[in-house]
Structure formats: C-alpha cells, structure tokens
C-alpha cells in the first residue's frame, strides 16, 4: 500500500536548476522522517539530503549550499531543490522515508547534466 513516487528529473545545463517531488501514498511524510539519495553510474549510493521530524536538516557536502530539502506536509510532498547543477550531480536521484527503523523507497528519477 505504500508508495513513495519521484518526478522531476531530466535533462539540464550546468548551472542549470531543478527540483524534484516525491509524493506518497499510504503514509504521510509528517509522521516520517524523509530523506533523498542519488545512485551515480559505478558509484555507491550516497546521502544527498536528510529532513527530520523536527525539522533538522543535514546535507552531503558536495551539495550544501545549493540543494535544498523540503516538504509540504498539505499536499504529502518532499522536494529537493536542487541549484547551481553540475555534471557530478548526474544519477538516479531516490527519495525515502523512514520512522521506527522501518524505511520505504521511491523507484527513482533521473537527473543528467551535460551541456
């Protein structure tokens, strides 16, 4: 019954912007906490970005200070912003949500940069 479903990826320019939604069905992401992760051709999966229940947040790194993580509780949503892109930022890009040490997960959503 739950499903977590990622939109918004594509095709972008470096430099260019993006965000991408996850919308769920059979939980509400307020009671979760949410989080997204990108899988990179011949690399291992690596946290992107983290969103707790109160609200704290924690970022790659690599990402801090131009990708965003958020959620709109109305519409059961949580978004990635993600500016300022660069070719690194290439992969399948995955959202999950996760409360009392059980996780869920999105099938993904492309994101290329190349120009």
């Known amino acids: 019954q739950v499903q977590l479903a990622e939109s918004g990826g594509g095709l972008v320019q470096p430099g260019g912007s993006l965000r991408l939604s996850c919308a769920a069905s059979?939980?509400?992401?307020?009671?979760?906490?949410v989080g997204w992760y990108r899988r990179a051709p011949g690399k291992q999966r690596e946290l992107v970005a983290t969103l707790t229940i109160g609200g704290m947040t924690n970022y790659a790194d690599s990402v801090r200070d131009r990708f965003t993580i958020s959620r709109d509780n109305a519409k059961n949503t949580v978004y990635l912003q993600m500016n300022n892109l660069n070719p690194e930022d290439t992969a399948v890009y995955l959202c999950?949500?996760?409360?009392?040490?059980?996780?869920?997960w999105g099938q993904g959503t492309q994101v290329t940069v190349s120009s």
């Open positions: 059979g939980i509400a992401f307020s009671n979760y906490a």
């Open positions: 999950t949500a996760e409360r009392d040490f059980r996780d869920y």
